[in-house]
Every structure is written in structure tokens, then in C-alpha cells.
């Protein structure tokens, strides 16, 4: 079956730094960018940046460009999201979504909850 | 970067009425990449519209999406109980990809 499996919630306190996954199954990994897009808790999508796992090449949001890391690992089909520099305001919902470098999202993950709290 | 203006931010209908959604962009979308999305509570988007107008795989088609340049509209012709939901609408045709800041459709 085709879907993208996250990893489970994560409780971090200020200035720690995440990281959630993402495993692609029922497809080729290296066919298709992941995007990671965020929602706050009541609040509306924000799109985070890509990665290809074909070549690990990358494009992030500026807003983001000092504290997050996308990278892969092609063996276990999985990519992964780094957030650094935690604060209570990255407290959200983490989804991984499939497309290509400009493409809308058929396949979303289940999301990952990120809180941020001391 | 392309803002997208959602409007109107809640719209209270009831079942078997026609809901018109709107999305306005601060700059012409490329290409018109322009989707829509439908969540619920505790679930991830789905894809509705991708390409301003053309339906995903397995979309009713009560759904439908039109315009071009900077002005687009989701429509569904007759909600169903399961469509009141919140609507979002995204541009992938620049970078940074963008999302509006979503209308929800709640039953009057």
C-alpha cells in the first residue's frame, strides 16, 4: 500500500533541537520529492521545503534556512526532518507529503505532534 | 513570495446547497499551480483540485475549481454532510510554496 509512515509525538524543551521521519512504502523512494509542511494548533498549513532523495539536493523556506535539515536515507526509504533551536512557537502538527519539485500533494503522512514546552 | 487571500474565512451552509470558494494571490500563479485541499479535524489534507481545475483521483464531481492568474474559486454544487470541512488553497508554481489561510464550511 502506498502511504508514508511518520514517527510517533516528541515533547522538547526550548533550544533542543527534533528530528521526526518518514518512511515511504508500496512506491520508489527516489521517483518523488518529500515536502514538509507544518500547522500550529488551530492555525493554517505552512510549507517547510523539500528534498530529493535521489540526490539529497534540498530547498527550504527562508524562514527556516538557519535551523532545519532535510536529509535521506535511500536504504531504509525514509527521509528526515531536523528542526534545531526548538521554541514554544514551532510547537505543530509536522506532516511529510509526496510531490515533485512543484507539484500539489496527493499522499500526506499522518503528521508528527512537535510540543515545546519547559 | 505569492500571498494567497482566502475568502470568506467561515461560511455557514446548509446540506444540498452550493458553496463557492475564493482564493486571491498577490502575484500572477505560474502556470496556474493552484490546488485545493480539504481537512478534518484530526486528519492530513486531501487533495481535491490540482492545476486550478482538474480533479485527484477518486474527487466527486461536485467538486470543481476554475479561474486563472490571480483569482480562484473551489466549488461544490451541493454539499454533502461529510464536505463541511476546512478548504485550503495552494500555489506550487514559485517558490516558496504557499498556502492561503483556509475558509471553513460549517453547517448553518
Known amino acids: 500500500q502506498v502511504q508514508l509512515v511518520q514517527s510517533g509525538a516528541e515533547v522538547k524543551k526550548p533550544g533542543a533541537s527534533v528530528k521526526v521521519s518518514c518512511k515511504a512504502y508500496?512506491?520508489?523512494?527516489?521517483?518523488?520529492?518529500i515536502h514538509w509542511v507544518r500547522q500550529a494548533p488551530g492555525q493554517g498549513l505552512e510549507w517547510m521545503g523539500w528534498i530529493t532523495p535521489n540526490s539529497g539536493a534540498t530547498n527550504y523556506a527562508q524562514k527556516f534556512q538557519d535551523r532545519v535539515t532535510m536529509t535521506r536515507d535511500t536504504s531504509v526509504s525514509t527521509a528526515y526532518l531536523e528542526l534545531s533551536s526548538l521554541r514554544s512557537d514551532d510547537t505543530a502538527l509536522y506532516y511529510c507529503?509526496?510531490?515533485?519539485?512543484?507539484?500539489?500533494?496527493?499522499?500526506w503522512g499522518q503528521g508528527t505532534l512537535v510540543t515545546v514546552s519547559s | 513570495e505569492i500571498v494567497l487571500t482566502q475568502s470568506p474565512g467561515t461560511l455557514s451552509l446548509s446540506p444540498g446547497e452550493r458553496a463557492t470558494l475564493s482564493c486571491r494571490a498577490s502575484q500572477s500563479v505560474s502556470s496556474n499551480y493552484l490546488a485545493w485541499y480539504q481537512q478534518k479535524p484530526g486528519q492530513a489534507p486531501r487533495l481535491l483540485i490540482y492545476?486550478?481545475?482538474s480533479r485527484a483521483t477518486g474527487i466527486p464531481d461536485r467538486f470543481s475549481g476554475s479561474g486563472s492568474g490571480t483569482d480562484f474559486a473551489l466549488t461544490i454544487t451541493r454539499l454533502e454532510p461529510e464536505d463541511f470541512a476546512v478548504y485550503y488553497c495552494?500555489?506550487?508554481?514559485?517558490?516558496?510554496?504557499?498556502f492561503g489561510g483556509g475558509t471553513k464550511v460549517e453547517i448553518k
Open positions: 508500496g512506491y520508489t523512494f527516489t521517483g518523488y520529492y
Open positions: 507529503a509526496r510531490g515533485y519539485r512543484s507539484s500539489a500533494f496527493q499522499l
Open positions: 492545476g486550478a481545475s
Open positions: 495552494q500555489q506550487y508554481g514559485s517558490s516558496p510554496l504557499t
